[in-house]
C-alpha cells in the first residue's frame, strides 16, 4: 500500500521516537506502566532553504537534524524511564554532544582503518589497500553493535527498535493499529537506521579508491571530506529501496542490511508494540 509520506522513527530509553511531515512525537513507558506521548513541531532547515531539499543534500541535513533531535529525545526519555523531573540541554550542550559522537564516529570508522590501511602499502597495492580498509571498517561496526548489544539496557533499546519496525510495516500495508495486528509483522524495515549505515560503509570502498593520497595526513582528510556526499548518496538509495522493496533485484540489493538488523533488533512484547503504536497514531496525519 502505497504511502506519500515515509514515516519512521528511531528506538529510545523505553519508548519509540516517530516522525511524521510536520512534527515528531516520543512515546515513553514510565515505571508505573502508563505512557507518555509528546508531540513536538519540527522546525527543519529544509523548510527555511528550499534548496536544501535537493537530492543528496537532504540526505546530510536528514542525517545531522535526526543527530539533534536524537539527543532532545533520548535525553527527554530517559528522565521519563526513571521517574525524574524531565533535564533539558541547552543549545550549546546539545552542539558539544553531536560533535563529539561526530568526532568519535569519524576516530572509530575513518582515522582507524584508514591509518590501518595506509600501513600496508609497502605490502599491498593500491585496490587492496581500499578494499582491506572498507572491511575493516564493516568489521568494526559490526563488533560495535554485538559489543553493545551485549547490554541489558540496549537489549530493551533494540526490542522498541524492532516494535518500531513492525509498526511501521503493519501501517505501511494497510492494517489496523492494533497489537495483534502488529505482532504479526516483521521486526525488519528496508529504511532502517542500521542499512543505512551499511551502504554507508560500503559505498566508502568503491568512491575512496578514485582518491590518490600519498601520505597519511592527505588520506585521513580526504576521507572525512567526502562523508556528506557518501551519506547523501546513502540517503538517496535507502528512499529509492523503500519504495521498490518488492523489485527482486532491490530484495538482493537490501538483503545485507535487513541480515544486518538481525543484530540491531530484537521481538518486542506486547507492552512495547502498544508504545510504538501510541508514537506513529500521534504523527499521523
Given at each position: 500500500m502505497f504511502k506519500s509520506f515515509q514515516y519512521g522513527g528511531q528506538a529510545v530509553i523505553e519508548?519509540?521516537?516517530?516522525?511524521?511531515?510536520?512534527?515528531?512525537?516520543?512515546?515513553?513507558?514510565?515505571?508505573?506502566?502508563?505512557?507518555?506521548v509528546d508531540n513536538r513541531q519540527l522546525h527543519s532547515w529544509?523548510?527555511?532553504?528550499?534548496?536544501?531539499?535537493?537530492?543528496?543534500?537532504?540526505g546530510v541535513v536528514a542525517l545531522f537534524e535526526s543527530m539533534v533531535w536524537g539527543v532532545q529525545i533520548l535525553t527527554y526519555s530517559a528522565s521519563l524511564a526513571e521517574d525524574e523531573e524531565e533535564e533539558s540541554l541547552s543549545d550549546q550542550e546539545i552542539f558539544f554532544?553531536?560533535?563529539?559522537?561526530?568526532?568519535?564516529?569519524?576516530?572509530?570508522?575513518?582515522?582507524?582503518?584508514?591509518?590501518?590501511a595506509h600501513y600496508l602499502k609497502p605490502y599491498l597495492p593500491s585496490v587492496w589497500q581500499n578494499i582491506f580498509e572498507g572491511i575493516l571498517r564493516i568489521?568494526?561496526?559490526?563488533?560495535?553493535?554485538?559489543?553493545?548489544?551485549?547490554?541489558?539496557?540496549?537489549?530493551?533499546?533494540?526490542?522498541?527498535h524492532g516494535a518500531e519496525h513492525k509498526v511501521i510495516n503493519a501501517y505501511e500495508a494497510g492494517e489496523n493499529l492494533t497489537v495483534e495486528a502488529v505482532q504479526k509483522y516483521t521486526t525488519r524495515h528496508p529504511r532502517c537506521g542500521t542499512s543505512f549505515m551499511l551502504f554507508?560503509?560500503?559505498?566508502?570502498?568503491?568512491?575512496?579508491?578514485?582518491?590518490?593520497?600519498?601520505?597519511?595526513l592527505s588520506r585521513i582528510v580526504s576521507r572525512i571530506l567526502l562523508l556528506p556526499l557518501i551519506a547523501g548518496i546513502a540517503y538517496e538509495i535507502i528512499k529509492w529501496s523503500g519504495n521498490h522493496a518488492g523489485n527482486p533485484l532491490v530484495?538482493?540489493?537490501?538483503?545485507?542490511?535487513?541480515?544486518?538488523?538481525?543484530?540491531?533488533?530484537?521481538?518486542?512484547?506486547?507492552?512495547?508494540?502498544?508504545?510504538?503504536?501510541?508514537?506513529?497514531?500521534?504523527?499521523?496525519?
Open positions: 519508548g519509540v521516537m516517530m516522525r511524521g511531515p510536520k512534527s515528531l512525537a516520543v512515546a515513553v513507558r514510565k515505571p508505573s506502566g502508563d505512557i507518555v529544509t523548510d527555511r532553504f528550499k534548496f536544501l531539499k535537493l537530492p543528496f543534500l537532504r554532544t553531536v560533535v563529539l559522537a561526530i568526532g568519535l564516529a569519524v576516530l572509530l570508522f575513518v582515522v582507524l582503518p584508514t591509518t590501518a568489521a568494526i561496526f559490526v563488533c560495535y553493535v554485538v559489543g553493545i548489544g551485549r547490554m541489558k539496557d540496549i537489549q530493551r533499546v533494540f526490542q522498541y554507508v560503509l560500503v559505498l566508502t570502498i568503491f568512491l575512496y579508491s578514485f582518491l590518490n593520497t600519498p601520505d597519511i530484495k538482493i540489493l537490501i538483503a545485507p542490511g535487513l541480515w544486518l538488523q538481525s543484530l540491531t533488533t530484537s521481538e518486542p512484547d506486547d507492552s512495547q508494540v502498544e508504545v510504538a503504536i501510541a508514537a506513529l497514531e500521534s504523527v499521523l496525519e
